[in-house]
C-alpha cells in the first residue's frame, strides 16, 4: 500500500531507489561543577577543542572545494567564522568562569541563548543560520568528548547510484559525502530550506525533501521510494501505476533540463523581438561564476549583509576585499551592491544597536536605510568600501528599504562627502561612474515615486517586502501566507504603476525579489513593462526559455482584457490565463 509523506520543497527533481536509513548517534551533554582553581584549565580545554575543531573546518573546507566546488568550501568557511565569533567560545568561557560549570555545558548555555535570538528573527534565510550554530557546537562538543569531529557517514555505502537516504537532519559535510557517492535523493525530518545543507544540494543538483516528520519511522529500510522533489512528496512502497508516471515524468524531466541547456548560449529575447536582460541575485563569487554560466549580464543585487553575518563587524578592508573579488568574478559586467540591509528581523550579533532590540514590530522598525542613516560611523565605512571597490570596475550602490526622497538625498550627500575623504587620502575610486539606485519595497515609495526618482539612476522592485507591505500579510506567518499572493489586483496595479512611472522618466527599473526568478510570473512581468529581471542564478535557464517563447505584445493584449473583466478569474489565475493566451497566439 503506497504511504505518500510530504515535507518542504528544497530541490526540484525526481529520484526513484532503494531507502537507506542513517541512524545518528546524540551526543549526551552532562553538566557537573567545578572548582575554582580548575576555572582557567577548564576554559583552556574549551580553547584548545576549538581550536581543534577549527583544524578539522579547516581540512574540510579544502575537501569540499574538490568535492562540491567553491560553494562548498564558502560554507564551511562560514562555519569557522562562527567558531570564531566572540558570542560563541569567549561567552561559553564567561558562563565557565561565573557559574564552576564544565566546558560542554558552558557551550550548551551559550548555544541555547543563540538559538532563541535566531527564533526571534523574521527572515528566514537569516533564521535558518541557526542550523549552523547548532553543526558548529555539537563538533566542538565531540572534541570534549574525545569523539572524532565530522566522521561522516561511516556506515553508508560507497555506491548510492540508486538509494535515496532518509536521515533526521544531514550538516553539508555529510551531504557532500552524499554526493560524492552518487545518492540519488535524501529525504529529512529536520531543516530548513533555507539551510546551507539546502543550498549545497541545490548547488549540486541532488533532489531533496526536507521536514518529512516521521520519515525514518515511516519508511522500512530498503523499501521503493519516489521522491518528488517539485512537490515535496515522497511516495513510500508506490503502486505500479504510481511508479510507471514518475517514471515517465523523471524521462520528461530529464528532457527538459536538456532543452535549458540548449538554450544557455541564446540571448534572451522574446518572440516578437524585444530584448530582455537577465541578471543575478548574488551574496557570494561562486554565485556569480554559475550566473555568468547561465547568461546573466551582472548581478542586480548583491546582498552585502552576508558579510555581516559571519562575526565581528567586517573592517573597511575585509569589505573591499569581498567586493573586488565579486568585480573580478564577474569579468567586467556591472556589480549591484545592496547598502546593508538589516534591523530588528535580521540581527548580526556584534551589531547591536538601541532600538534593534525588544522591537514589537520590526518589520516596520529600525531597519536598512533608516539603521545606516542613524549608525553614520557603520554606514560611512561601507560606503568607503564600495567606492574603493569601483576603481575596479563597474559598480552601482542600491539603497534597500527608501520611503522618502530626503534618504536619497541624505545618502548622496554622505557619498560625496565620503569621496571628498578617499580624495585627500590618495585612494583610488569610481564615484564619478557609480551610479545610485533605490529598491521600492514599501508602498509609499511606490506612490511617491515621480519625487523620489528624480533623484536616483535606477531602481529596482523588492516584490517580496513590498508585496507583504501591500497585503498586510507576513508570508513566513503560516496563519496568513494565503493572503500572499503576487497577483492580488492591488499589487498588480502598483507594479504596472512603478513600471510605468519608470519607463515616462526613463529611469531603468528591474525586479530583484522572488517574483522574477518564478517562471510563473515571468509573462506577467513582461505584461505589465518589466524588461530588466533579477533572480537566483538557478532560475536564469528557466525565465529565459519563458521569455523566448513568449509574444510580448500578446500577453500584454491578454492582461488588457483581464484588466477591463472581460475574462472569468474564477476558473485560472491570471499567471494561467496569460500562459493560455501565449499558447492559443
Request: hydrophobic share 40%; aromatic share 4%; charged share 25%.
Given at each position: 500500500?503506497?504511504?505518500?509523506?510530504s515535507?518542504?520543497?528544497?530541490?526540484?527533481?525526481i529520484a526513484i531507489?532503494?531507502?537507506?536509513?542513517?541512524?545518528?548517534?546524540?551526543?549526551?551533554?552532562?553538566?557537573?561543577r567545578?572548582?575554582?582553581?580548575?576555572v582557567?584549565?577548564e576554559?583552556?580545554r574549551?580553547?584548545h577543542?576549538?581550536?581543534?575543531a577549527g583544524?578539522?573546518l579547516?581540512?574540510?573546507?579544502?575537501?569540499?572545494?574538490?568535492s562540491?566546488g567553491?560553494s562548498?568550501?564558502e560554507?564551511?568557511?562560514?562555519?569557522?567564522a562562527?567558531l570564531?565569533?566572540?558570542?560563541?567560545v569567549?561567552a561559553?568561557?564567561r558562563?565557565i568562569?561565573e557559574?564552576?560549570?564544565?566546558a560542554?555545558?558552558?557551550?550548551?548555555l551559550?548555544l541555547?541563548?543563540?538559538?532563541?535570538?535566531?527564533?526571534?528573527?523574521?527572515?528566514?534565510?537569516?533564521?535558518?543560520?541557526?542550523?549552523?550554530?547548532v553543526?558548529?557546537v555539537r563538533m566542538?562538543?565531540?572534541?570534549?568528548?574525545a569523539?572524532?569531529?565530522?566522521?561522516?557517514?561511516?556506515?553508508v555505502?560507497d555506491?548510492l547510484?540508486h538509494?535515496?537516504?532518509v536521515a533526521?537532519?544531514l550538516?553539508?559535510?555529510?551531504l557532500?559525502?552524499?554526493?560524492d557517492r552518487?545518492?540519488?535523493?535524501?529525504?529529512t525530518?529536520?531543516?530548513s530550506?533555507?539551510?546551507?545543507?539546502?543550498?549545497?544540494?541545490?548547488?549540486?543538483?541532488?533532489?531533496l525533501?526536507?521536514?518529512?516528520?516521521?520519515?525514518?519511522?515511516?519508511?522500512t529500510e530498503g523499501?521503493q521510494l519516489v521522491?518528488?522533489g517539485?512537490?515535496?512528496?515522497?511516495f513510500?512502497d508506490p503502486?505500479e501505476?504510481?511508479l510507471?508516471h514518475?517514471?515517465?515524468k523523471?524521462?520528461e524531466?530529464?528532457?527538459?533540463r536538456?532543452s535549458?541547456?540548449?538554450?544557455r548560449g541564446?540571448?534572451?529575447?522574446?518572440?516578437?523581438g524585444?530584448?530582455?536582460?537577465?541578471?543575478?541575485?548574488?551574496?557570494?563569487p561562486e554565485d556569480?561564476?554559475?550566473a555568468?554560466e547561465?547568461?546573466?549580464e551582472?548581478v542586480?543585487l548583491f546582498?552585502?549583509?552576508?558579510?555581516?553575518m559571519q562575526g565581528?563587524?567586517p573592517d573597511e578592508?575585509?569589505?573591499?576585499?569581498?567586493?573586488?573579488?565579486a568585480?573580478?568574478?564577474?569579468?567586467?559586467?556591472p556589480?549591484t551592491?545592496?547598502?546593508?540591509?538589516?534591523?530588528?528581523?535580521?540581527?548580526?550579533?556584534?551589531?547591536?544597536?538601541?532600538?534593534l532590540?525588544?522591537?514589537?514590530?520590526?518589520a516596520l522598525?529600525?531597519?536598512?536605510?533608516?539603521l545606516?542613516?542613524r549608525?553614520?560611523?557603520?554606514f560611512?565605512?561601507?560606503?568607503?568600501a564600495?567606492?574603493?571597490?569601483?576603481?575596479?570596475?563597474?559598480v552601482?550602490?542600491m539603497?534597500?528599504?527608501?520611503?522618502?526622497?530626503?534618504?536619497v538625498?541624505?545618502v548622496?550627500s554622505l557619498?560625496?562627502?565620503?569621496r571628498?575623504?578617499?580624495?585627500?587620502?590618495?585612494?583610488?575610486?569610481g564615484a564619478?561612474?557609480m551610479?545610485?539606485g533605490g529598491?521600492?519595497e514599501?508602498p509609499?515609495a511606490a506612490l511617491?515615486?515621480?519625487?523620489?526618482?528624480?533623484?536616483l539612476?535606477?531602481?529596482s522592485v523588492?516584490?517580496?517586502?513590498?508585496?507583504q507591505?501591500?497585503?498586510?500579510?507576513d508570508?513566513?506567518?503560516?496563519?496568513?501566507?494565503?493572503?500572499y499572493?503576487?497577483?492580488?489586483p492591488?499589487v498588480i496595479?502598483?507594479?504596472?504603476h512603478v513600471f510605468?512611472t519608470?519607463?515616462r522618466?526613463?529611469?531603468p527599473?528591474s525586479?530583484c525579489?522572488e517574483?522574477?526568478g518564478?517562471?510563473r510570473?515571468?509573462r506577467l512581468?513582461l505584461a505589465l513593462g518589466?524588461r530588466?529581471?533579477s533572480?537566483?542564478?538557478?532560475?536564469?535557464l528557466?525565465v529565459?526559455?519563458?521569455?523566448?517563447?513568449?509574444?510580448?505584445g500578446?500577453?500584454?493584449?491578454?492582461?488588457?482584457?483581464?484588466?477591463a473583466?472581460e475574462c472569468?478569474s474564477s476558473?485560472?489565475t491570471?499567471?494561467?490565463?496569460?500562459?493560455?493566451?501565449?499558447?492559443?497566439?
Amino acid at each position: 500500500m503506497t504511504l505518500a509523506l510530504s515535507g518542504q520543497i528544497v530541490e526540484p527533481g525526481i529520484a526513484i531507489g532503494q531507502a537507506h536509513n542513517i541512524q545518528r548517534n546524540e551526543i549526551e551533554i552532562g553538566e557537573y561543577r567545578i572548582a575554582d582553581e580548575q576555572v582557567d584549565a577548564e576554559i583552556d580545554r574549551l580553547i584548545h577543542a576549538a581550536a581543534e575543531a577549527g583544524v578539522h573546518l579547516e581540512d574540510l573546507a579544502r575537501r569540499l572545494k574538490k568535492s562540491a566546488g567553491a560553494s562548498g568550501e564558502e560554507i564551511i568557511r562560514t562555519h569557522l567564522a562562527m567558531l570564531e565569533d566572540s558570542s560563541l567560545v569567549q561567552a561559553s568561557a564567561r558562563h565557565i568562569r561565573e557559574q564552576l560549570c564544565n566546558a560542554e555545558w558552558a557551550l550548551q548555555l551559550q548555544l541555547e541563548t543563540l538559538v532563541a535570538e535566531f527564533r526571534t528573527i523574521d527572515d528566514d534565510y537569516i533564521r535558518s543560520r541557526e542550523e549552523d550554530i547548532v553543526q558548529v557546537v555539537r563538533m566542538v562538543q565531540q572534541v570534549l568528548a574525545a569523539e572524532q569531529p565530522g566522521k561522516p557517514l561511516s556506515d553508508v555505502p560507497d555506491r548510492l547510484g540508486h538509494t535515496l537516504v532518509v536521515a533526521t537532519e544531514l550538516t553539508p559535510n555529510e551531504l557532500a559525502v552524499l554526493h560524492d557517492r552518487g545518492v540519488a535523493g535524501v529525504v529529512t525530518e529536520h531543516g530548513s530550506p533555507y539551510s546551507h545543507t539546502a543550498i549545497l544540494a541545490r548547488s549540486m543538483g541532488v533532489p531533496l525533501v526536507m521536514g518529512v516528520r516521521r520519515a525514518q519511522s515511516l519508511i522500512t529500510e530498503g523499501e521503493q521510494l519516489v521522491l518528488d522533489g517539485a512537490y515535496g512528496i515522497v511516495f513510500a512502497d508506490p503502486e505500479e501505476s504510481i511508479l510507471r508516471h514518475y517514471l515517465q515524468k523523471q524521462s520528461e524531466s530529464d528532457r527538459y533540463r536538456k532543452s535549458l541547456e540548449r538554450g544557455r548560449g541564446r540571448p534572451a529575447a522574446s518572440l516578437d523581438g524585444e530584448a530582455l536582460v537577465l541578471l543575478a541575485n548574488a551574496e557570494r563569487p561562486e554565485d556569480i561564476r554559475r550566473a555568468l554560466e547561465d547568461g546573466a549580464e551582472g548581478v542586480g543585487l548583491f546582498r552585502s549583509e552576508y558579510l555581516f553575518m559571519q562575526g565581528l563587524p567586517p573592517d573597511e578592508e575585509a569589505q573591499v576585499e569581498h567586493y573586488v573579488s565579486a568585480i573580478e568574478a564577474l569579468e567586467g559586467a556591472p556589480l549591484t551592491i545592496r547598502t546593508l540591509d538589516i534591523g530588528a528581523d535580521k540581527k548580526a550579533h556584534a551589531l547591536e544597536f538601541e532600538g534593534l532590540r525588544n522591537n514589537p514590530n520590526p518589520a516596520l522598525g529600525l531597519r536598512a536605510v533608516r539603521l545606516c542613516l542613524r549608525e553614520m560611523d557603520l554606514f560611512k565605512v561601507q560606503l568607503r568600501a564600495i567606492l574603493r571597490a569601483s576603481a575596479h570596475g563597474p559598480v552601482h550602490c542600491m539603497i534597500p528599504m527608501l520611503t522618502t526622497d530626503r534618504e536619497v538625498l541624505a545618502v548622496r550627500s554622505l557619498i560625496e562627502e565620503t569621496r571628498l575623504e578617499l580624495d585627500s587620502e590618495g585612494y583610488d575610486h569610481g564615484a564619478e561612474r557609480m551610479r545610485l539606485g533605490g529598491m521600492i519595497e514599501v508602498p509609499a515609495a511606490a506612490l511617491a515615486l515621480e519625487r523620489m526618482a528624480r533623484h536616483l539612476d535606477f531602481l529596482s522592485v523588492g516584490t517580496n517586502d513590498l508585496i507583504q507591505y501591500t497585503l498586510a500579510a507576513d508570508r513566513v506567518d503560516e496563519n496568513v501566507a494565503h493572503l500572499y499572493d503576487p497577483q492580488h489586483p492591488g499589487v498588480i496595479h502598483l507594479l504596472e504603476h512603478v513600471f510605468a512611472t519608470a519607463r515616462r522618466l526613463q529611469v531603468p527599473v528591474s525586479v530583484c525579489g522572488e517574483m522574477a526568478g518564478d517562471r510563473r510570473f515571468t509573462r506577467l512581468l513582461l505584461a505589465l513593462g518589466l524588461r530588466e529581471f533579477s533572480m537566483q542564478p538557478r532560475s536564469l535557464l528557466e525565465v529565459k526559455k519563458v521569455i523566448t517563447e513568449t509574444d510580448v505584445g500578446a500577453v500584454r493584449e491578454a492582461l488588457a482584457r483581464w484588466t477591463a473583466g472581460e475574462c472569468d478569474s474564477s476558473t485560472m489565475t491570471l499567471s494561467q490565463f496569460l500562459d493560455n493566451a501565449q499558447l492559443h497566439h
